[in-house]
Structure formats: structure tokens, C-alpha cells
């Protein structure tokens, strides 16, 4: 019998919530608690905003833009993805990106002297 998608769906949000701990992050399934409030699919990591698909075949434009609407004020919209047998991937937009990746090259820097 096949899966649903709602399952698939919340079995992806806990999926991805374990790999997030696994690395040190202190996150759980935002739906959980609160229903379709517009919170994140997977909470914890501050200043990011997760929306999470765990499909074969991800309409990234429509998730991502979700994902912007969704975010509050000071969080970065992310859509964290996978297809089976693959890695987790990370969609952002290039200006938090660079956001990022400067801040982690000037801790880079740092280390150097």
C-alpha cells in the first residue's frame, strides 16, 4: 500500500529533524504542536525558516517561494530536500547565501591569523 503524502511528508520532517540533531541542533517538527500556522516544517536552527520535501519529483520554485512566505522577520527561507537514495540537498537564495559564506570565510580567516 502506498504511503500518503501527509505521512511522507511528517515522516520526512522527522527524518530530517534527526539528521539536524545528529549534527548538534536541537530541532523537532514545527507541525507538531501548532497545525498549518505557517511555521517552519522543522524548527530549531534560529535565523532559518525550513520548508522540508522528502518527494521524487519537488516543484523547488513552488517550495521555495513557500518557504518566503512563510518566513518571519530575520529569518533566511530554506527548502531542505531529498529524493530516495539521495543525500539531503540545501535550496536557498544566492544573497543569504553569500550572507552565510562570508561570515564562515571570515571565521576561516580568523583561524589562520
Known amino acids: 500500500m502506498p504511503i500518503n503524502s501527509r505521512a511522507k511528508g511528517k515522516a520526512g520532517e522527522l527524518e530530517l529533524s534527526r539528521v ?64 530516495n537514495r539521495e543525500p539531503w540537498k540545501v535550496t536557498m537564495l544566492l544573497d543569504d547565501w553569500i550572507e552565510i559564506y562570508r561570515e564562515w570565510a571570515a571565521g576561516r580567516d580568523l583561524e589562520k591569523g
Request: aromatic fraction near 4%; include cysteine.
Open 20 to 83: 539536524l540533531r545528529e549534527h548538534g541542533y536541537d530541532t523537532r517538527r514545527g507541525q507538531q504542536y501548532c497545525g498549518a500556522d505557517g511555521s517552519a516544517d522543522v524548527i530549531g536552527l534560529p535565523y532559518m525558516h525550513i520548508e522540508c520535501k522528502r518527494v521524487e519529483k519537488l516543484n523547488l520554485d513552488a517550495a521555495m517561494a513557500q518557504a518566503r512566505i512563510d518566513a518571519r522577520e530575520g529569518e533566511m527561507p530554506c527548502v531542505m530536500h531529498r529524493k
